[in-house]
């Protein structure tokens, strides 16, 4: 929250300016204090501001050049619904626990509002870098002096008196490219409330029931010592003679001969 707080402030809130100086060779046609205020969005073709042409008392009325308004507004407006989402998830973190993993709907909208915020920081904050370094080519003082017919002639002295502060749009580049990397981050952390993750770690139940069926048809089937087995019958057991006789032996010895020849 604060992040984006820090990130749509720095840039809309955002008012600057800058001076110029035109010394004419005829000193009373002079304007030594040319000061042009542009502020967000930066719209500044529609900055204006008057010149000397020092050609007697005759001005010329010029505008900046440029029209910056669609990554400025872009990038805040990414950052007021951040700022938004982000003290909502908040409030249903903390008074609204059960019903968010109710079903697990409430993680995997989350996760994926997350993503999309993340994808959005980073096109912002690269489009909105792109425009900030267009803003300060168009606001150049010696850029904005080539503008004056003035300045073209040599006999005229053009002079910039103080250049505008950028200082606070370089901090809210910064701060939007300090957003994306706290959303891509969050993504994993995000990912891990949802069921998409715990399914994955759970082991497969056809894995198990083959377990069980190799246990039932190996070797060590419990069945095999059952009645049908020889070893079932303690008190007795048969034994088959050299000449084809078969002895039976009960506790006590031999208790008869039979010939089965």
Not at 75 to 84: E, N, P, R
Not at 131 to 147: H, Q, R
Request: negative net charge; hydrophobic residues 40%; glycine residues 10%.
């Amino acid at each position: 929250q604060l992040f984006a707080i820090f990130a749509f402030a720095t840039c809309g809130g955002y008012s600057g300016g800058l001076r110029l100086s035109v010394d004419c060779a005829n000193k009373s046609e002079s304007d030594l204090n040319i000061d042009i205020a542009f502020a967000y969005p930066f719209r500044l073709h529609q900055v204006n501001f008057d010149a000397p042409t020092c050609e007697g008392k005759h001005r010329e009325k010029l505008s900046l050049i440029g029209d910056f308004s669609s990554s400025a507004e872009f990038f805040v407006t990414i950052a007021v619904f951040a700022f938004l989402y982000s003290l909502a998830a908040t409030v249903v973190y903390i008074f609204f626990q059960n019903k968010y993993r109710e079903n697990n709907r409430g993680p995997l909208i989350d996760f994926i509002v997350t993503v999309v915020f993340s994808f959005l920081w980073l096109v912002g904050s690269s489009a909105w870098a792109k425009g900030l370094s267009d803003v300060k080519i168009a606001t150049d003082p010696d850029e904005v002096l080539l503008l004056m017919s003035a300045c073209k002639q040599q006999s005229n002295k053009c002079l910039p008196v103080h250049s505008p502060v950028m200082s606070s749009l370089n901090t809210s580049v910064v701060f939007g490219f300090l957003n994306f990397i706290l959303w891509a981050g969050n993504i994993w952390f995000v990912f891990k409330e949802t069921g998409w993750h715990s399914s994955g770690q759970r082991h497969p139940p056809d894995t198990m029931e083959k377990q069980s069926s190799s246990y039932n048809q190996g070797g060590y089937n419990q069945d095999s010592y059952g009645p049908a087995g020889g070893y079932n019958q303690p008190g007795s057991y048969g034994q088959v003679g050299e000449y084809g006789q078969s002895q039976s032996y009960g506790q006590s010895g031999p208790t008869s001969f039979t010939n089965q020849i």
